[in-house]
């Protein structure tokens, strides 16, 4: 089981971060392809690119898309976020055929993974999760759209997802009765061998299909 003392000793081995924002580049998961983020939050939108990521059923049909906005100038094959970000683009349901969907949920999620052969376990540093619908909001109740029992048509919702700047680990030595906190800038992604381990960021789109049915995730 990963231990705190033994996480706070590989991260400051880690690169030292300069004044400048360090890039993230999130892997995206969900039905389709994965995928990893990268955006300059202070960019404009004239200076921004799009990035697409398409949910599809097992016929190659497109059951829904994940839109990500990246600052065009960090982010050439794969979306890339300095700083604080936030993570901003839409996702997209595109239901030719009614179907039972349940919730429509998006997760920006920041892990620390230890190699294969260390006896630690991964460690989230953050889970920022927003949800875009769900069948027991206030909207499903008052809005035409989702009042069938199964959604059926094009459905889109925008998000904004801020990544922290910082992180914070407790545990060391005990102060006053309390456990020491240690305070880190959050590393950009970051891969290895050496300290055998990674620091990954990913942005995960899961959409609920009811009962006895496989989610699209």
């Given at each position: 089981m990963a231990t705190i003392a033994a996480v706070r000793s590989i991260f400051n081995k880690l690169p030292a971060v300069s004044s400048s924002p360090a890039p993230y580049e999130p892997l995206t998961q969900d039905s389709l392809s994965d995928y990893t983020p990268s955006a300059d939050h202070s960019a404009q939108s004239a200076n921004e690119r799009e990035f697409e990521y398409k949910v599809e059923k097992?016929?190659?049909e497109t059951i829904a898309s994940l839109k990500v906005l990246a600052p065009a100038a960090y982010s050439k094959n794969i979306p890339t976020f300095c700083g604080a970000g936030p993570v901003k683009g839409s996702v997209h349901l595109n239901l030719t055929q009614p179907e039972t969907i349940t919730f429509v949920v998006l997760s920006v999620r920041g892990r620390f993974l230890p190699g294969h052969s260390d006896a630690m376990e991964q460690l989230i540093l953050f889970d920022n999760?927003?949800?875009m619908w769900s069948k027991d909001?206030?909207?499903?109740?008052?809005?035409?759209?989702f009042s069938q029992k199964k959604l059926s048509g094009t459905y889109s919702w925008p998000f904004s997802i801020s990544i922290p700047e910082k992180?914070?680990?407790?545990?060391?030595?005990?102060t006053r009765g309390a456990p020491e906190t240690t305070e880190y800038i959050l590393p950009q992604t970051y891969t290895e061998r050496v300290l055998?381990?990674?620091?990954?960021?990913?942005?995960?789109?899961?959409i609920g299909r009811g009962k006895l049915k496989t989610d699209y995730e």
């Open positions: 097992k016929k190659g999760t927003e949800t909001s206030a909207e499903t109740a008052t809005n035409p759209l992180i914070q680990f407790a545990g060391g030595n005990i055998s381990a990674s620091v990954q960021y990913e942005v995960i789109l899961h």
